[in-house]
């Protein structure tokens, strides 16, 4: 084992993903010394919306306007869910708080009022609290039934505007579609995302596809186009693209991996970046022992094995595609410190019959469970330790997926658990030499 550890730190989160990233923020912001481990490559696959929660009761799909009227039935029906717990006003600020940070960084969101129907690269609508700015005009254009062109790229596969139409033409009838070449790519047979999206950080190569854009315009009163209005300035390529062709333009989020999901990693590493969190990017956790009022924590990366200290540690390590939790023949567990997972029964009950039912599967509501406060139960039913906190997926009871919860759940845990975690430690630990 390699590498002396040479300070404690306040905090070691563990796990890079929304809920990783959110209690890192959270923590760095409140004046605490953070340790975050991990990588936080499932973001790539996010599509930029931030859900609160959007669908209660699963089963019948009720879909809400307001999230914060969702949770109170939630609250009503289910009392155990992980939203609950920590209530709106910590979602709501936590909230506030990330997409805050977001623009900061360059990834600007609209100001979140209540859910909102945005239409989609599948010609669905996502309900969805948290809209990137560029998003926005779909979700205002669709509700209000506007005269709206949506724009493609030849050569670009994952989006065709006239298959959003067909699929949507009937619940938007001022809609119509057509298909530009991009600036420069007549030779290409085909288009990828990310290019185009850096393309379009140029105002060169904007100012020719605007020229192609606005003889088509006609009676539009909004025009959309793929995600890929810029990638690590959007906020300023989007402003482009409303001032050159003078009216609402909005993206369409496409299938992952995404070019937003690229803005969300790199916005929320460049937020946790700021606020000064030590980062180990290539990094997991194998191992967490808890010796008195520290945790010693061993970390592997390709060089080898290193410890470090904390005074509180948050797991954030996700569901079974993050790796937080495993499944076997004999059950699901939580592979870092062996720690409580209530699931069902029997293997045999993981699934309901039918594939796609629609209250989901017992095994989508399986995960940790915590004390009231967010402190992950041990095998025996006790706090696994005073200052470990679990928050995001990991946790049981929630259908974030389902229940269109994902980011809400998330950020809201994450910002209970800082809450407590800042409260205990009463403000920044010493740092030794
Ligand atoms: C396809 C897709 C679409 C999505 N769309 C939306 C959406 O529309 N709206 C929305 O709000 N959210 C969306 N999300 C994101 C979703 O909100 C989050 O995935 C969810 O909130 C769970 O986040 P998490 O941080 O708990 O877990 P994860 O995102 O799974 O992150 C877990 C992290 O822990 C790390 N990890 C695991 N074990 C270790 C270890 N031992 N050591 C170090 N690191 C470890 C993993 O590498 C990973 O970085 C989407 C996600 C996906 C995958």
Redesign the pocket.
């Known amino acids: 084992m390699s590498g002396q550890q040479s300070k404690t730190w306040d905090v070691a989160v ?8 959110s209690a890192a923020l959270f923590a760095a912001s409140r004046g605490l010394s953070v340790l975050h ?7 790539l ?7 609160v929660l959007g669908v209660h009761p699963v089963a019948p799909g009720r879909v809400w306007d307001r999230p914060w009227d969702a949770l109170a039935a939630l609250g009503k029906d289910d009392p155990g869910h992980p939203l609950v717990r920590v209530g709106a006003d910590a979602v709501r600020v936590a909230m506030e708080r990330v997409m805050s940070e977001l623009g900061d960084a360059g990834m600007p969101y609209a100001p979140a009022e209540g859910n909102r129907q945005v239409p989609t690269s599948l010609g669905t609508t ?1 309900v ?1 609290y ?1 809209v990137p700015r560029s998003m926005v005009a779909g979700a205002q254009a669709f509700a209000e039934g506007l005269p709206t062109l949506l724009v493609d790229f030849r050569g670009l596969r994952e989006f065709s505007a006239c298959q959003v139409v067909q699929t949507m033409g009937d619940r938007w009838p001022g809609l119509r579609c057509a298909r530009v070449e991009f600036p420069d790519s007549e030779a290409l047979s085909e288009l990828y995302a990310v290019h185009v999206a850096t393309a379009l950080e140029s105002s060169a190569t904007r100012e020719r596809l605007f020229e192609r854009v606005r003889p088509l315009l006609g009676d539009a009163s909004a025009v959309g186009f793929p995600a890929v209005l810029g990638l690590s300035r959007s906020g300023q390529v989007h402003q482009a693209f409303e001032a050159a062709l003078g009216m609402p333009v909005f993206e369409i ?1 496409t299938m ?1 991996t995404s070019v937003p999901g690229l803005r969300l990693k790199g916005a929320l590493e460049a937020a946790v970046g700021a606020h000064g969190v030590s980062r180990r990017v290539q ?4 191992g967490i022992v808890f010796d008195g009022d520290v945790a010693q924590l061993t ?1 592997h990366d390709a060089a080898g094995g290193q410890t470090a200290a904390a005074r509180a540690v948050i797991l ?4 079974f ?4 939790l495993v499944a076997d023949r004999r059950g699901v567990a939580e ?2 410190l062996g720690l409580r997972v209530e699931q069902p029964e029997a293997r045999d009950s993981w699934h309901s019959r039918r594939f796609l039912e629609p209250a989901g599967h017992p095994i989508n509501r399986a995960g940790l469970v915590t004390d009231s406060v967010g402190r992950p139960l041990d095998a025996a039913g006790n706090p696994a330790w005073r200052r470990l906190y679990a ?4 946790l049981g009871r929630q259908d ?2 389902r229940q ?7 950020a809201g845990t994450a910002w209970a658990a800082v809450d407590a975690i800042a409260g205990d430690l009463g403000g920044p630990g010493p740092v030794a030499g």
């Not at 990094?283 to 194998?286: D, E, K, L, P, W």
């Not at 954030?316 to 569901?319: E, H, I, K, P, Y």
């Not at 595609?321 to 937080?324: A, E, Q």
């Open positions: 563990v796990g890079a993903g929304m809920a990783g990233m481990v991990g990588n936080g490559g499932g973001l696959f996010a599509s930029g919306l931030l859900d996502k969805t948290g989020p992952p990094s997991v956790v194998t970390l954030a390590t996700g569901r595609v993050g790796k937080g592979p870092i928050v995001g997926s990991i974030w997926m269109k919860c994902g980011s809400g759940l998330s």
